[in-house]
């Protein structure tokens, strides 16, 4: 069992930055991939940025592309999401995943959830 607690989240002006963090329970952190994913009200959860065990593979969506950056600290059991550019498309709430199959743009490819955290870009 992995419990994710996301936290870093805020109202940010177009332009600014934000720096994401989850923090994984347990001693397994680095035996999973990890995730970020985000959510607007009526909408699917979208992916957004994922890392390998190592931090050797990371992929991102294209809408987030030069603007975000996902990291990880497996000492720390944690893992991070740069934000910087925002725009207010990005308003959401964001979540992390832990992935035990390794790196993945697919939800239903993550088998732990942290509760989200509100991300909200003013115009």
């Known amino acids: 069992q992995v419990q994710l607690v996301e936290s870093g989240g805020g109202l940010v002006q177009a332009g600014g930055s934000l720096r994401l963090s989850c923090v994984a329970s347990g001693r397994t952190f680095s035996s999973y991939a990890m995730g970020w994913f985000r959510q607007v009200p009526g909408k699917e959860r979208e992916f957004v940025a994922t890392?390998?065990?190592?931090?050797?593979?990371?992929r991102y969506a294209d809408a987030v592309k030069g603007r975000f950056t996902i990291s990880r600290d497996n000492a720390r059991n944690t893992v991070y999401l740069q934000m910087s550019s925002l725009k207010p498309e990005d308003t959401a709430v964001y979540y992390c995943?832990?992935?035990?199959?390794?790196?993945?743009?697919?939800?239903?490819?993550?088998?732990?959830w942290g509760q989200g955290t509100q991300v909200t870009v003013s115009s």
């Open positions: 995943a832990a992935n035990l199959q390794g790196t993945s743009t697919r939800t239903g490819a993550y088998d732990y």
């Open positions: 890392i390998s065990r190592n931090s050797g593979i990371t």
